[in-house]
């Protein structure tokens, strides 16, 4: 890489970002007042970008607007969460006469709690379910489910896996924040059946392994099939549970990907839109293990949450997916991503610009040489180029797109062809226009 590139790319980015700034005023002051609540004006990290994030202020389908009444087609979805859009009809109805006929705040157990749980049970191949408010919930109380079943303490997790905000494995490192640091083992590579195999056989006292079938913060890494049964066989050989965490991955087949990838997890974790938009955590897998929440047993481990069962989630939830994502709409949406990803590798042949990923999640990436084998962050540790990720998030805002900034796109049900055909079309064309600093 000549630093006459280096230096163009820089200037590119320099002037994208004043434009950003100079097309965006109201997000601009909204972030100054922001600042005088919030720490950065921020309650979410991940939505912080420098020099100051755009706020939105109203979401129709497929589509957002930003406090500038900039439109932009949402290619965030919600970091998967936002699969059926912002407006979907039979999640209003479902709302509104949930309201009406029910009502919220219950304090007691109901029926919809059971046609949820059943739902999700038979869809997923669960034996048997519990429901949380968010997928970091859901880990947290599976983990404290196999501690409990194993009498044992110990999780491995690998390098890039992320299981929630006070469970993440950035560079084969538990983060500062994450809760029983000390317990986790991180194994240095996701994908590198040796190594792990290794540690889950070496590992004394070790409870669980826990694993996404795709790593999803981690850059939409699939985890190899051979990789994914041999982690779950070396798990039992030494009498831990193999835990597969599919808060992000149970979109991608009609069963979860587990169960496409013939796995036989003793516990899955689920969330995001299996919520129907509302906040949502599920866990559940083999009734031994699942029987230690069990509460008419002496000694069951309490799982308790005001919210497990609130009327609003478990009717929208249950709506969604029974109505909405259909198995036969997850196989369509899947296919159209693969279709989306291979077209935008085709306009981007040759650059610096690489897609990962698997059906409808996509990862963005930017690296300064060609990457033949890309099955762990590792392998492009040291070769990723932050400026021109940044410049293609501000180009791609300018184009009517909004995606996310670390590089992710996740698809929604009502996303149009032709207009995935226009992302293509602007992301070949960024390409183009860049060609002096993304040319490999
Ligand atoms: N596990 C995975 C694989 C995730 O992607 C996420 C969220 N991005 C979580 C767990 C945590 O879910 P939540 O944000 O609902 O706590």
Same mark, same amino acid.
């Given at each position: 890489?000549?630093?006459?590139?280096h230096?163009?790319?820089?200037?590119?980015?320099?002037?994208?970002e004043?434009?950003f700034?100079?097309?965006?005023?109201?997000?601009k002051k909204?972030?100054?007042?922001?600042?005088?609540?919030?720490p950065?004006?921020?309650t979410?990290?991940?939505?912080?970008?420098?020099?100051?994030?755009?706020?939105?202020?109203?979401?129709?389908?497929?589509?957002?607007?930003?406090?500038?009444?900039?439109k932009y087609?949402?290619? #965030?979805?919600?970091?998967?969460?936002?699969?059926?859009?912002h407006?979907?009809?039979?999640?209003?109805?479902?709302?509104?006469?949930?309201?009406?006929?029910?009502?919220l705040?219950?304090?007691?157990?109901?029926?919809?709690?059971?046609?949820?749980?059943?739902l999700?049970?038979?869809r997923?191949?669960?034996?048997?379910?519990?429901?949380?408010?968010?997928?970091?919930?859901?880990?947290?109380?599976?983990?404290?489910?196999a501690?409990?079943?194993?009498?044992?303490?110990? #999780?491995?997790?690998?390098?890039?896996?992320?299981?929630?905000?006070?469970?993440?494995?950035?560079?084969?490192?538990?983060?500062p924040?994450?809760?029983?640091?000390?317990?986790?083992?991180?194994?240095?590579?996701?994908?590198?059946?040796g190594l792990?195999?290794d540690?889950?056989?070496?590992?004394?006292?070790?409870?669980?392994?826990?694993?996404?079938?795709?790593?999803g913060?981690?850059?939409?890494?699939?985890?190899?099939?051979?990789?994914?049964?041999?982690?779950q066989?070396?798990?039992h050989?030494?009498?831990?549970?193999?835990?597969?965490?599919?808060?992000?991955?149970?979109r991608?087949?009609?069963?979860?990907?587990?169960?496409?990838?013939?796995?036989?997890?003793?516990l899955?974790t689920?969330?995001?839109?299996?919520?129907?938009?509302?906040?949502?955590g599920?866990?559940?897998?083999?009734?031994?293990?699942?029987?230690?929440? @069990?509460p008419?047993v002496?000694?069951?481990l309490?799982?308790?949450?005001?919210?497990?069962?609130?009327?609003?989630?478990t009717?929208v939830?249950y709506?969604?997916?029974?109505?909405?994502?259909t198995?036969e709409?997850?196989?369509?949406?899947?296919?159209?991503?693969?279709?989306?990803?291979?077209?935008?590798?085709?306009?981007?042949?040759?650059?610096?610009?690489?897609?990962?990923?698997?059906?409808?999640?996509?990862?963005v990436?930017?690296?300064?040489?060609?990457?033949?084998v890309?099955t762990?962050?590792?392998?492009i540790?040291?070769k990723e180029?932050?400026?021109?990720?940044?410049?293609?998030?501000?180009?791609?805002?300018?184009?009517?797109?909004?995606?996310?900034?670390?590089?992710?796109?996740?698809?929604?049900?009502?996303?149009?062809?032709?207009?995935?055909?226009?992302?293509?079309?602007?992301?070949?064309?960024?390409?183009?226009?860049?060609? @002096?600093?993304?040319?490999?």
């Amino acid at each position: 890489m000549s630093s006459v590139s280096h230096e163009s790319a820089k200037a590119a980015l320099e002037a994208a970002e004043a434009r950003f700034i100079a097309n965006n005023p109201l997000s601009k002051k909204q972030h100054e007042l922001a600042i005088g609540a919030l720490p950065g004006g921020n309650t979410r990290t991940l939505l912080h970008t420098s020099p100051f994030p755009l706020t939105m202020k109203q979401g129709k389908g497929a589509h957002v607007w930003d406090e500038d009444g900039h439109k932009y087609l949402d290619l #965030v979805g919600e970091l998967t969460a936002g699969l059926y859009g912002h407006t979907n009809p039979i999640i209003r109805e479902t709302m509104l006469s949930t309201f009406d006929n029910v009502g919220l705040s219950l304090g007691s157990t109901t029926v919809q709690e059971h046609k949820h749980a059943s739902l999700l049970c038979s869809r997923f191949k669960l034996k048997r379910v519990r429901m949380a408010n968010t997928g970091t919930e859901a880990n947290m109380h599976a983990l404290a489910g196999a501690r409990h079943y194993t009498s044992r303490r110990k #999780v491995i997790v690998f390098s890039g896996g992320y299981h929630g905000a006070v469970f993440s494995f950035p560079n084969g490192k538990a983060a500062p924040n994450t809760v029983d640091k000390d317990d986790f083992v991180v194994v240095a590579r996701y994908n590198d059946i040796g190594l792990a195999v290794d540690t889950i056989r070496s590992t004394p006292d070790l409870a669980a392994v826990l694993v996404e079938p795709m790593q999803g913060a981690g850059g939409c890494i699939p985890g190899s099939k051979e990789f994914l049964h041999a982690i779950q066989d070396a798990a039992h050989e030494v009498g831990a549970l193999f835990i597969l965490d599919e808060v992000m991955t149970s979109r991608l087949a009609p069963h979860g990907l587990g169960f496409e990838l013939g796995l036989k997890p003793d516990l899955v974790t689920m969330g995001k839109y299996l919520g129907g938009g509302l906040a949502f955590g599920a866990f559940g897998g083999r009734e031994e293990v699942m029987a230690v929440y @069990d509460p008419r047993v002496e000694g069951s481990l309490a799982h308790s949450g005001t919210f497990n069962n609130n009327t609003l989630v478990t009717s929208v939830g249950y709506e969604a997916l029974k109505r909405v994502f259909t198995e036969e709409a997850c196989v369509e949406l899947n296919e159209r991503g693969d279709g989306l990803r291979e077209r935008l590798k085709q306009v981007t042949k040759g650059t610096k610009i690489m897609f990962s990923g698997r059906g409808s999640l996509i990862g963005v990436h930017f690296v300064d040489e060609a990457v033949e084998v890309f099955t762990c962050g590792e392998d492009i540790q040291g070769k990723e180029r932050r400026d021109l990720r940044d410049l293609f998030w501000f180009e791609m805002l300018e184009a009517g797109y909004w995606t996310t900034r670390r590089g992710f796109v996740a698809l929604i049900l009502e996303t149009e062809e032709k207009e995935l055909e226009g992302f293509v079309e602007a992301v070949g064309k960024f390409a183009e226009r860049h060609r @002096d600093i993304m040319a490999l």
